[in-house]
């Protein structure tokens, strides 16, 4: 089997498939694109993806981008090991709507508060970042209220925690870069605690972005 993932180091799509393919345990090669060098706009890569994202996966020659698409294609190619996406038809189908909650307002607003910070010079820099923390604080409580055991998928994780966390992270990594700008009490204790025990996991560890160490 010869299993390639095309990866960006901060991409929180990237890492959401990264993430699943060693939640899967699965054999891969690992090519890790550099944005500043613009290689996921090269003309080999737009063959693969002709919208020059990351991430994309191939797998013996079929290649695949979108992440969830992908982490979806993961957990059907691979059916043995932990489940992506466990529970049945039901359960599975709740967990696909809150990745798409978590595509269509978390990941918006972590957007809407990044813009202003790297545009610091915008005119509406201010109530940019602004906005994106009230957003953000409406996300917090939503998943807080959402989260009703340790993991989002049930007693293991599944597709849903691993789509969240690094988004979530990239709220960490902020701060680090530029602290106070994030409130300490924007992840309620259920969400905090959450994120402390997936950071703990030995497959987060393995695909911290490498720029981030």
Do not use: C
């Amino acid at each position: 089997m010869a299993l390639t993932l095309y990866y960006g180091s901060g991409s929180p799509f990237a890492w959401r498939v990264w993430l699943a393919l060693e939640y899967k345990a699965l054999s891969y090669d690992l090519k890790v694109l550099s944005f500043d060098r613009r290689e996921h706009k090269t003309a080999d890569y737009l063959t693969l993806n002709p919208r020059g994202e990351v991430p994309v996966l191939v797998d013996d020659g079929f290649a695949l981008y979108e992440s969830n698409a992908i982490v979806e294609y993961i957990d059907e190619r691979w059916p043995e090991g932990p489940a992506l996406f466990p529970g049945n038809t039901a359960e599975r189908a709740i967990q696909r709507r809150m990745i798409r909650e978590i595509d269509n307002h978390f990941v918006e607003a972590v957007e809407h508060l990044v813009l202003p910070l790297m545009k610091p010079d915008l005119p509406d820099a201010a109530e940019r970042s602004a906005q994106g923390i009230a957003e953000l604080r409406t996300e917090y409580a939503h998943w807080e209220t959402a989260l009703a055991g340790d993991w989002f998928g049930g007693t293991a994780p599944s597709a849903v925690d691993l789509t969240l966390y690094p988004s979530a992270a990239m709220l960490g990594r902020i701060e680090s870069r530029k602290p106070g700008t994030m409130p300490a009490d924007l992840a309620g204790p259920k969400m905090a605690a959450w994120q402390a025990r997936m950071r703990a996991l030995p497959i987060v560890e393995k695909t911290w972005p490498p720029h981030w160490r």
